[in-house]
């Protein structure tokens, strides 16, 4: 996901000199969209309150039992922490709740938890991406017994690294199959794993298959065991964006379940998106949604914001589905005075409605600005829902810090939790802290 001076948007927290300030776009904190006063400190864990350290948030994963797993990245390493359903760090896990992973092949640079899952029996599954300081890359896994040491019955010690191809590449996304066998996508290539870690070689070219499209952003399957990849476009790295790059800004493939392209999907295996897709789920009757970010000259009459949530929705076949929105999109801004908005997570409450999470916020400069939580919730029919928070919609800031939700999931009860970030710049640099936070859905 993408890093920027406003703040990693997609993962940011960071300290300020006062109290957290909370902007609810709602009228009582009991309505749908309302943080959970029952979770952490108002509806808000915050990694900041606990320990003094940089952590970001990329992925959420919730356990059979209602314990929350969040992961990305703490003190520079592979980081994984897991919270009690009450908001607090479980002690019961890695050292006070958190557990960092060191990756030998990851040593000296950047290494991030990407994607996380739960398998049945409670072990945890970590996607992981390492970028050493020399510039060299490779996909790894990690799995966490219940208790957060690493699993030794798991690959090598409880780890696995691939050089796909010989190739230095490096993952974005993962995905747990409902047989347990596990993708790890990014950088032009997946590849698929067995539960024990081994490459699976039914898949591809003895487990790995190459990516037509870049850069990989999303990940989702389908009950027949298909697998739909979503990509993004220019936008989502250059702002304002290019007009040039508007009418087809990301792109959808579909890949059987050996790896090869499903050549039935749209057209050749691809469906066109008019905005970067950032996230994918699969709803019940087989449609597909996806969501990101769009620009407002694709808004008749414009929305006078410069990005927006945009949601569209496709036919099982791949054809857009016009019964959705309007003709098949759905675009939601946050205002003048938040002009940034695009939705990085999606997720289907079980009546229908679709909950879409991001970040809404100020453009981009030389110097931080601020940015928030932002939440969306629509009908099936890509309406926005006006019984949740402010016509539809909520944001969540943190004093004047950068703040962005990455990842997003439904507890059984409805209740909405998300992760992700919130930073600010300091003297000693950019400051990042992981936020958990959680909302009524009624």
């Keep these: 996901m993408l890093r920027f001076c406003l703040g990693r948007i997609r993962k940011t927290t960071a300290q300020t000199s006062g109290a957290i300030l909370i902007s609810l776009s709602g009228l009582a904190m009991v309505q749908a969209g309302g943080l959970d006063s029952t979770f952490a400190t108002g509806g808000i864990f915050i990694t900041r309150d606990t320990q003094a350290f940089d952590a970001v948030a990329d992925a959420v994963a919730l356990q059979s039992d209602g314990k929350i797993v969040a992961a990305g990245e703490i003190s520079s390493l592979a980081g994984v922490l897991r919270l009690n359903p009450n908001g607090t760090l479980d002690s019961t896990f890695g050292a006070g709740g958190m557990v960092t992973i060191n990756v030998p092949s990851g040593l000296g640079g950047g290494v991030q938890v990407i994607g996380v899952a739960i398998q049945i029996d409670g072990k945890i599954i970590a996607g992981i991406s390492t970028i050493n ?179 569209v929705r496709y036919t099982p076949n791949g054809t857009l589905d016009l019964t959705f ?75 004047t810090n950068t703040a962005s939700i990455s990842a997003l999931v439904l507890q059984s009860d409805g209740k909405i939790v998300v992760a992700g970030n919130s930073g600010t710049s300091t003297q000693q640099g950019f400051v990042n802290n992981i936020v958990v936070a959680r909302y009524l859905v009624n």
């Design 133 to 311: 300081s020399d510039g060299s890359q490779s996909f790894s896994l990690a799995r966490l017994d219940p208790n957060g040491s690493l699993d030794g019955t798991f690959g090598s010690a409880g780890l696995v690294t691939t050089f796909p191809f010989g190739q230095q590449r490096s993952p974005t996304v993962l995905a747990l199959q409902s047989d347990e066998k596990i993708l790890l996508a990014g950088d032009g290539i997946m590849a698929r794993y067995q539960s024990n870690g081994q490459l699976d070689s039914t898949f591809g070219s003895g487990g790995l298959a190459l990516v037509t499209a870049l850069p990989v952003r999303a990940i989702a399957l389908q009950p027949n065991g298909q697998i739909l990849i979503g990509t993004g476009g220019p936008e989502r790295d250059t702002f304002p964006p290019s007009t040039q790059a508007l009418s087809v800004a990301g792109l959808i493939t579909r890949y059987n379940p050996n790896g090869s392209i499903d050549r039935s999907f749209g057209a050749s295996g691809q469906v066109a998106s008019v905005a970067p897709v950032s996230t994918i789920v699969v709803q019940g009757d087989g449609k597909i949604l996806a969501a990101g970010g769009i620009t407002s000259i694709l808004v008749s009459p414009p929305a006078g914001n410069d990005i927006g949530f945009a949601l």
């Design 325 to 399: 929105g309007r003709r098949g999109v759905a675009i939601t801004d946050f205002g003048q005075s938040a002009p940034l908005a695009e939705a990085f997570a999606l997720a289907l409450q079980t009546n229908g409605d679709i909950i879409a999470a991001g970040v809404a916020g100020q453009k981009p400069g030389f110097q931080a600005t601020q940015s928030s939580f932002a939440l969306a919730r629509y009908t099936s029919t890509g309406l926005l829902d006006t019984s949740f928070g402010s016509a539809g919609k909520v944001t969540t800031a943190f004093g």
